[in-house]
């Protein structure tokens, strides 16, 4: 069982050998939901590394990844846990064909052996290589009814079936929660977390992710791509590139073996950066070209 | 508790002084503990004075995360804080002003507020920083809200007249509501029909007549009876789409503004996910004031938050801006849009057609309703109408708006057939 980092520093450390370049503000946060057995509510636009840092999580920790990926609707029986009905029924029919009892019956039907397990249910399970990762993603695309539930699970870490009794895990689990926004969550839900909102890294931290992520980049070309999305950033888009959108992007490039970026490049590519029609009639063509313009003026300047 | 850590937050000095610090750290760990506690205490109730939702609990947890991080450096500590106070993205300018100003020296601070609320509004570039200073200000001393007061206004309408100069900032005066309109408001909201009444969401309830079965009720009955098992059924559970209103509020709609609001009170108060804005020259979202159950109170503090009444109306510009900042957050759910504006935009229409394409294609249903109200001056060629037109799933225009009850009658009116919005803006054409 890899051991949960003991400082701000470490937890830094500990991302950075999972690829995952993060801030020192991030690394705090993490910190202290690690330390403290609280959930981690990150929020942010899409694209911006929230569910990557769960997986990373997992991965330098060693621990087991469970994802609940949430959808309006989502109820219990899809979230927590089930009996399995089919062979329930079946049981049923041989327990009164061999004339059981019927108390009887009800005890074995309702046992371990039917029930279903659920993402949630799993996360309260002991687990030889510690506790899991829990990662609820998107939380706010399910309804406000499946987040009142989560407030039971999220403070006890507890799971209440009705059949059994009350399954309380003795490990609570890490849990990182991500909202992309798309309405607000509850306060008495994030309440029960420690909060970060996942911006987009500066230029540095963006060069240092391509790095991590695209190595096959030449850092020329490298340094364009962030230049170039930086000041995308700064425009009055509908939606703004996300750092996969950077690294997608990047990628395309290589694949089309482009060594620098020329505004034939960028108008075939755009729309791996854009991901709205708006955005890219106003950006395709002289908009690209001239903000191009300004992107080789001060790459120039940087290395001269 | 690990309190070698903990001393430096003793003196929130960051930095200075360290020396006499550690000759006095020597001493009572009790004390030392106890003062943490009280400037963290301190500290919280300033933000819960500045707006930040800060209870109790908070303080506890933010004791237990400071122990847990330990205090070595001022960035770390900032963040720790942070990660437990901060709930929202717009938290975040008014909890970085109160922690630098308040760890700087809260002692000194009532001192200090004179000194530093003029340096502080230059850093704060935006008009929205300022009025946040200005809370936080109001929040660390009392007494200073008043005077900053005038001021406040002035650096308002100093960043309103660089925005339109055709803005009006006008006060908004109505009368107070009697308990026999309330009652006819409450029974009118109750035969609100919107073209689409409910929609079926992913979670049943038990039905007799439902179309899936629900074996988990089935087999909880068998056990009960034994012998023959009953098929239970379930069908999906129904309820109202959400429900976003963007509201006129200029110059040639002020007639109908109290009917509007009232019908926006009632219906935020009668069904949840119901989202309320107005505009004129700009948008404002009046959601949290309207879920005040008190309908003049509500309007009260409406009045007081929208200071554009009875100007011009950029109905492009306000659109472009919901559909910027709001339409991403509310218009996910499959949310039905009504807009109420009779079309007569200052902009001529200018970016009218692309904002309102958007929006259509964004929401589940857009109900246009149009108050004619200058009915014998109307101009069925205004640019604003014309570029509207094409982009709405439904047009209800509504002649002499006299009340609540009619405003209803109008929005629950069968729905249209297909095309009649556009046959009538045909015949618009023609009459022209």
């Known amino acids: 069982m890899a051991a949960i980092p003991s400082s701000v520093d470490a937890t830094l450390a500990l991302l950075g050998s999972a690829d995952y370049v993060a801030d020192r503000s991030l690394a705090t946060a993490v910190h202290l939901a690690l330390h403290l057995n609280r959930p981690l509510f990150l929020e942010g636009e899409a694209g911006v590394g929230k569910t990557e840092i769960a997986k990373v999580l997992a991965s330098a920790l060693k621990r087991r990844l469970i994802r609940l990926q949430c959808y309006e609707g989502l109820d219990v029986a899809s979230a927590v846990y089930e009996w399995d009905y089919a062979r329930q029924m079946i049981e049923i029919r041989l327990a009164e064909a061999a004339e059981e009892d019927r108390s009887e019956i009800e005890g074995t039907i309702f046992s371990d052996r039917f029930l279903i397990k659920r993402p949630l249910l799993q996360a309260l399970e002991p687990d030889i290589a510690g506790a899991p990762v829990l990662l609820i993603d998107e939380l706010d695309r399910t309804d406000e009814p499946f987040e009142a539930y989560l407030l039971e699970l999220l403070s006890d870490f507890q799971v209440t079936i009705p059949e059994i009794g009350t399954i309380h895990a003795e490990h609570p689990p890490i849990v990182i929660i991500t909202s992309n926004r798309t309405r607000e969550i509850h306060d008495a839900l994030k309440r029960r977390c420690f909060y970060y909102w996942v911006d987009y890294p500066t230029a540095a931290r963006e060069l240092e992710i391509l790095k991590r992520k695209a190595p096959g980049a030449s850092e020329h070309l490298s340094r364009e791509v962030v230049e170039f999305v930086q000041r995308l950033r700064t425009m009055d888009l509908f939606k703004l590139p996300g750092i996969a959108e950077t690294i997608d992007w990047t990628e395309a490039l290589m694949q089309l073996d482009v060594l620098e970026l020329t505004p034939h490049a960028i108008n075939d590519t755009l729309g791996v950066l854009l991901k709205y029609q708006d955005d890219i009639a106003r950006l395709h063509g002289s908009e690209a070209a001239r903000i191009l313009e300004q992107v080789k003026a001060e790459t120039a300047a940087a290395q001269a | ?432």
């Open chain 2, 1 to 432: 508790m690990t309190n070698e850590s903990l001393t430096p937050a003793l003196t929130p000095h960051a930095g200075k002084g360290r020396d006499r610090r550690q000759r006095e750290g020597e001493g009572d760990s009790s004390a030392k503990h106890g003062r943490l506690l009280a400037n963290l205490m301190h500290f919280a109730r300033t933000l819960r004075a500045a707006g930040l939702p800060v209870g109790p609990g908070k303080v506890i947890d933010a004791v237990a995360a400071v122990s847990a991080v330990g205090i070595t450096n001022r960035t770390d500590f900032y963040w720790t804080l942070h990660a437990v106070f901060v709930n929202r993205p717009d938290q975040r300018l008014i909890f970085d002003q109160a922690f630098h100003v308040f760890w700087r020296n809260p002692d000194l601070l009532k001192k200090m507020m004179g000194l530093v609320l003029p340096e502080m509004r230059i850093e704060g570039i935006e008009d929205q920083g300022t009025a946040m200073v200005r809370r936080l200000a109001e929040a660390l001393h009392p007494d200073i809200g008043k005077e900053g007061q005038a001021e406040e206004s002035e650096t308002e309408i100093d960043a309103a007249m660089s925005f339109s100069d055709r803005e009006q900032l006008r006060g908004m005066d109505f009368e107070k509501m009697s308990l026999e309109e309330l009652a006819r408001a409450k029974a009118a909201i109750a035969r609100l029909r919107l073209p689409v009444q409910d929609v079926p969401t992913r979670r049943f309830a038990p039905d007799r007549h439902g179309a899936r079965a629900d074996l988990r009720a089935t087999l909880r009955a068998a056990l009960r009876s034994g012998g023959l098992i009953e098929l239970k059924r379930r069908s999906p559970r129904r309820r109202p789409p959400p429900l976003v209103v963007l509201c006129d509020i200029s110059g040639s709609m002020s007639r109908y503004s109290r009917i509007f609001l009232h019908f926006m009170h009632s219906v935020t108060n009668d069904r949840d996910r119901v989202h309320t804005f107005v505009f004129g020259t700009r948008l404002t979202n009046i959601t949290r004031y309207l879920r005040h159950r008190d309908v003049d109170l509500a309007l009260e503090r409406v009045a007081e938050a929208v200071t554009d009444w009875s100007g011009g109306t950029r109905i492009g510009h306000a659109l472009a801006e919901f559909n910027r900042l709001w339409s991403r957050r509310l218009l996910g759910q499959g949310a039905i849009v009504l807009l109420i504006t009779d079309g007569l935009d200052r902009d001529a229409g200018a970016g009218l057609a692309h904002e309102m394409d958007r929006l259509h294609r964004s929401c589940r249903r857009l109900i246009w309703l149009n108050p004619l109200l200058r009915y014998d001056g109307f101009e069925p060629k205004s640019l604003g109408m014309k570029a509207m037109m094409p982009y709405v799933d439904e047009f209800r225009p509504v002649h002499n708006l006299e009340s609540l009850e009619a405003l209803i009658a109008v929005l629950s009116a069968p729905i249209m057939r297909r095309g009649t919005a556009a046959a009538w803006h045909g015949n618009q054409e023609r009459a022209a």
